[in-house]
């Protein structure tokens, strides 16, 4: 891990080139070939999806990854760059998918629910997430740590009780503004149809890119710069004059309000949300492996801890079912690949990929280049 | 100690005192440290300079007494703010980012006295200049060949030479060092003196030093108190606190036993 910190700081006194791409990327470029191209063909696979293959499932997973990209990514800023460990970032993940259908749901389905959903949604979160940070962050980090969980839980059993506002366990379903409908056409490109779910499916794809590019500015920012000065070792850095419980805040603050714009995304994309689709713990455990396998405190692990993790969720059981089928006749082997054991294989590739690459996978790509 | 004719001074301590359960580690310590003066602080290990060091910049809280800087009280502030009031430390133990290159680390010095650290949309080397800052601050220190390198690769005497250099990039108008060159080889302890020499003839800026070689002292120090067992115990004049029996025998006996 510590070779992978280490090279997250690109090397600071080559000359300054100039360039879009360089602003684009807040000058923390992949610094691997393999790295750059494996993102390259994320990217790509992204744009081209609703072209390249037919079908709601392809189109289901590509918007998937997306929204986990920037709630993984959003994680990172936490975890990898500022060192602190929150259990709540499904809270505000569920927050705003909560908003957008709540919004949806009563105020009927227009453009402006949409944005009185969102705003209140990044207004209590950013409440949340200050007022957290504030009572735990002056004591210790791990304190912090138990907080989260503790108001996490007290979150989700009010999401499935409170079942007047929220729908409860079974969630909420609401109609999307009219342009985001399945019916909304403007004609065919490419032998595609150009509907409503086309340009919901580009309304996920841009916004999750704008706020990937938007969090990889600021941990490159002075304020990014503090935040792995306080990870790397915080009583120094309050001695250099920064306050560390502010800038602690301010990062659970801006983590929590870029969670709260993909649960957002999510909520619009699924047409429903509900304790199971963004609050749960399980989807919490998720994003913490989608961030240490692809690495941490690197932002593109984001990137590709997300890629794998939701490829491998939606196509290792269907994988798996085909080799089970195929191994029918060995009692022990078929029942060792039936689909339902697929999480036993993720976790033997977790502890695998954790095991030989301790700095994730972009880690192990940086140290090959 | 400060008579009324002088100026106000640069920090005070009043009655300053910690206790760790029954131990009093510093003991109602009242110092006054005049602007442009370089005080050395000697005593026995455990005599209570470091706590005092930490009492001062905010490390710990004290139990009783006060500090002031330029006759305004900072007790309850934390150390960072206490940065910005212009005390400066730099520490017995190095205490650096040990992943980051030595040019980010004293980068994140001179940033934080900018005042830059809460810009967010910017990219970090926007600030052109805080870098060309942080790059003269290390030829200073001779160490501008190992800018890329991180501290946990670089050597002892390196390392001290960083400390000093980020507290340099700070700037302050109180420099805290506390014994800047122990452990260093003794080819490489008159930079770091020469420095401290180069800090002191500015006359702007207020020293505290905290030193066991006695020779380092002499050379430096316009003043010497003592601290033993964490009461003050002596003042004044280096060559008479050094004459002085308490000191003869509080300390110097007990440096020779150490050494």
Not at chain 2, 114 to 134: H, P
């Amino acid at each position: 891990m510590t070779d992978a910190t280490l090279s997250s700081l690109p090397v600071s006194s080559l000359p300054r080139q100039g360039g879009l791409l360089r602003t684009i990327l807040s000058a923390d470029p992949p610094r691997s070939k393999a790295l750059s191209l494996l993102l390259l063909v994320v990217l790509l696979a992204l744009v081209a999806t609703p072209f390249a293959l037919p079908g709601s499932q392809p189109l289901g997973t590509a918007a998937k990854i997306c929204i986990f990209i920037l709630l993984a990514a959003s994680y990172d800023l936490l975890l990898g760059y500022t060192g602190i460990v929150s259990f709540a970032h499904t809270m505000f993940f569920g927050i705003g998918g909560y908003g957008i259908a709540i919004a949806l749901n009563k105020l009927g389905a227009t453009w402006s629910s949409v944005f009185i959903g969102l705003v209140a949604a990044l207004a209590l979160s950013a409440a949340l997430a200050f007022i957290i940070g504030l009572v735990s962050l002056r004591v210790r980090a791990i304190f912090f740590s138990m907080i989260t969980l503790a108001v996490a839980s007290a979150v989700l059993v009010l999401a499935s009780q409170m079942s007047g506002i929220t729908g409860g366990e079974d969630g909420m379903s609401f109609q999307l503004p009219p342009e985001l409908r399945p019916a909304f056409k403007l004609g065919t490109f490419l032998d595609t149809a150009i509907n409503g779910r086309l340009l919901a499916y580009y309304l996920v794809f841009f916004v999750a890119l704008g706020m990937f590019l938007l969090l990889l500015r600021i941990v490159n920012s002075p304020f990014g710069r503090v935040l792995q000065a306080i990870r790397e070792n915080e009583f120094r850095a309050e001695a250099l004059g920064y306050r560390v419980v502010s800038y602690r805040i301010a990062a659970s603050v801006i983590s929590a309000l870029a969670a709260t714009v993909a649960g957002a995304l999510l909520a619009l994309w699924l047409r429903y949300n509900g304790p199971d689709t963004t609050l749960s713990f399980a989807i919490m455990i998720d994003v913490l492996l989608m961030v240490v396998i692809g690495g941490m405190g690197t932002m593109y692990g984001a990137v590709i801890g997300a890629a794998l993790f939701v490829l491998a969720q939606s196509y290792l059981q269907v994988l798996m079912g085909s080799i089970s089928e195929s191994l029918a006749a060995v009692p022990l082997l078929a029942s060792l690949t039936h689909p339902d054991r697929w999480l036993l294989w993720l976790g033997i590739l977790f502890v695998a990929s954790v095991y030989a690459f301790p700095g994730g996978i972009v880690g192990r790509l940086r140290k090959t280049s | 100690m400060a008579s009324a004719s002088n100026p106000t001074p640069a920090l005070e301590t009043r009655g300053l005192t910690i206790r760790f359960g029954g131990h009093v580690a510093v003991n109602a310590v009242s110092c006054a440290f005049q602007p442009g003066t370089l005080t050395a602080i000697v005593g026995p290990n455990g005599a209570g300079k470091t706590t005092y060091f930490n009492l001062i910049s905010g490390q710990l809280k004290a139990t009783a007494g006060s500090v002031l800087v330029d006759g305004r009280d900072i007790t309850r502030l934390p150390a960072s703010a206490r940065t910005h009031r212009g005390l400066g430390r730099a520490f017995q133990l190095t205490n650096l980012f040990p992943q980051l290159t030595a040019l980010e680390n004293v980068r994140l010095a001179i940033q934080s006295r900018a005042g830059a650290g809460w810009s967010m949309f910017n990219i970090w080397d926007t600030r052109r200049d805080l870098i060309e800052e942080a790059e003269a601050m290390l030829e200073t220190v001779h160490l501008a060949d190992k800018r890329h390198l991180s501290p946990k690769t670089l050597s002892h005497g390196d390392q001290r030479k960083l400390e000093v250099a980020l507290l340099m990039a700070l700037d302050p108008k109180i420099y805290m060092f506390d014994e800047p060159t122990a452990g260093m080889s003794v080819d490489e302890v008159p930079t770091v003196l020469e420095l401290i020499h180069q800090i002191k003839a500015r006359g702007d800026r207020t020293i505290l030093l905290v030193e066991h070689k006695m020779d380092v002292v002499r050379s430096l120090a316009d003043r010497i108190i003592v601290l033993h067992n964490g009461a003050l115990v002596a003042d004044g004049e280096p060559a008479s606190v050094i004459a002085s029996p308490i000191v003869q025998e509080a300390y110097l006996g007990l440096e020779a036993a150490h050494d």
